[in-house]
């Protein structure tokens, strides 16, 4: 937990402080209503350790929206998305969600299409600065770079910069960008880190060898 959390009052909702719900739900699904569900999200999110979500959270602490969840049908029965609230992704994209000026007038392609994973009924983005322009339901389902909004490098043009960088044509070098690391998954980033730490220990005289991970 961060060293200084702003208790959740401090976020409102129509001028009143937002208050926990007293029931502990799993994942926030079976909440009664829309309020408690944004309450007990930004209780969550105001003690993320991931400081982009922090920033986006404690920028404005007044709620522009309320989470509103689709409903889904699986095997003929309807459901609501669980949010799990595991990872910064997920994470900064509900609390930009809430909390954003909305400049879209409508919906991107990937919310109007039936199979979209986003768990918001409301397609919301902001400006290019955030999410490099997609909406916080393609931020949340990591299907960012596919929004109509979105307008960041797509994966085809990275690749293409990537195969035609002098530096690549010079050395035969492959070189960790930024943008090579966006598109990382975090089991490949952990492999990339393990196999440079690796590399490192026998490059240092001075440190006992490790045996390689595998």
Not at 14 to 30: H, M, R, Y
Not at 161 to 182: A, K, Q
Request: hydrophobic share 30%; aromatic share 6%; charged share 30%.
């Amino acid at each position: 937990m961060p060293d200084s959390v702003l208790p959740l009052s401090s976020w409102k909702w129509q001028e009143k402080g937002l208050v926990a719900p007293d029931e502990s739900v799993d994942e926030g699904v079976d909440f009664g209503n829309p309020l408690e569900l944004t309450s007990w999200i930004v209780n969550q999110l105001r003690v993320s350790s991931f400081n982009d979500v922090r920033t986006i959270i404690e920028k404005h602490k007044t709620i522009t929206r309320l989470v509103q969840l689709k409903q889904l049908r699986e095997k003929g029965a309807v459901t609501q998305p669980k949010l799990h609230l595991d990872r910064q992704q997920k994470m900064s994209a509900l609390a930009a969600y809430m909390t954003i000026d909305k400049v879209n007038s409508g919906p991107c392609q990937q919310c109007l299409h039936r199979k979209s994973r986003g768990p918001c009924t409301e397609c919301v983005a902001g400006s290019n600065n955030l999410f490099n322009g997609a909406c916080t339901n393609c931020q949340f389902s990591s299907t960012a770079a596919g929004c109509s909004f979105y307008q960041g490098k797509r994966r085809k043009d990275k690749k293409r910069s990537h195969s035609t960088s002098d530096d690549d044509r010079s050395t035969g070098r492959f070189y960790l960008t930024p943008e090579v690391l966006e598109d990382l998954t975090t089991r490949e980033l952990e492999r990339w880190k393990n196999m440079i730490e690796d590399e490192l220990d026998l490059r240092n005289p001075s440190s006992a060898r490790k045996r390689p991970r595998s």
